[in-house]
Every structure is written in C-alpha cells, then in structure tokens.
C-alpha cells in the first residue's frame, strides 16, 4: 500500500497521467491490479459477469500483468460448447502461452472478434474491451462455487507470496 500512495504521489508531483484509466470506486485494487466487484472468479485467473442470461468470460488484470503484452489470441467460434474448468483457447504473450479455461458451461453465442486485430485489449481494458466470449449458461447454479472479489484477492496476494 505504501508503494501504492507513493507512486501516486510521486505521479502527481511530476504531474504524470498513468497509461491506465483510474480505478473504478467499485472495486478493489491490489497493488496495481484491478479486481472489480460483482464479477465471479477462478483461481486459474478468469472472471465471468453474467447479464440477462448471458455470461461474459475473460482473463483478469492479475492474469494479464502476469503476461505481459498479449500478441495473440485463439478462441473457439459461436457455437461450441465449454465446460466449466476446460480449456476454451489460448493466450499468447512475449513471455509464455496459457491456456484460458471456462468459469461455466454452455454455449458460445459471441466471440470478441476485435481480440484477432488487437489482441492488446487484454491488457489495456481486460474488463471492457478485452473480453472473449459470451457463453449461454447450461448451468447458472455453476457461478456460485466461484470466487468474488474479496476471495479471489486473497488468492492473488497468497500466490504471490508463494
């Protein structure tokens, strides 16, 4: 936290905007990731928001530090089926590929096809811009047994210490 005000500080007396939007006032920042509430997690770093019976799925601010810049990005078309815990595709970045595992199962009914062109959104917006698919829950009950935001927090500062 003291590293956090400080480089605040430090910004602002040298009257420096960061690269990133500001944090929203309904999340919660650890270090410099972004962790926004009413959103579910994964300890293998997805977030899922669902909406009018539809689930958003992407990586987390926490995931795409730990990558760095996103270069590529596979994702299945409409359609396909993911399973809860199963891979869905990949992330590429200069330092590793990962795969990107599905928080819920069910249906595939939209892919962010500007990831193909700008795969960057990932890392600049990974919870606006930078989502991956829109998947038609065959199971809402599923999201439950996921982490929210103060949960997966916690998980991130114990992995990080590990």
């Not at 990005?73 to 089926?81: I, K, Q, W, Y």
């Not at 829109?134 to 199971?139: G, L, M």
Request: aromatic share 6%.
């Amino acid at each position: 936290m003291a590293l956090r005000l400080w480089a605040s500080s430090a910004a602002n007396a040298l009257k420096l905007s960061g690269a990133r939007a500001a944090a929203p006032a309904f999340s919660i920042s650890r270090f410099f990731s972004t962790v926004p509430d009413g959103l579910k997690y994964t300890t293998s770093h997805e977030w899922v928001k669902h909406e009018d019976g539809v689930a958003t799925v992407g990586i987390t601010d926490h995931a795409q530090e730990h990558l760095g810049e996103v270069v590529f990005v596979e994702l299945p078309e409409a359609g396909a089926e993911v399973s809860a815990g199963g891979s869905f595709g990949n992330v590429e970045s200069v330092k590793a590929t990962s795969d990107v595992n599905s928080p819920i199962s069910g249906e595939v009914v939209e892919v962010n096809s500007k990831l193909t062109e700008k795969p960057d959104l990932i890392n600049s917006s990974p919870y606006e811009d930078g989502w991956m698919i829109k998947v038609k829950p065959s199971n809402p009950g599923e999201a439950d047994g996921l982490l929210d935001a103060a949960k997966y927090t916690k998980h991130c500062e114990e992995e990080d210490a590990h």
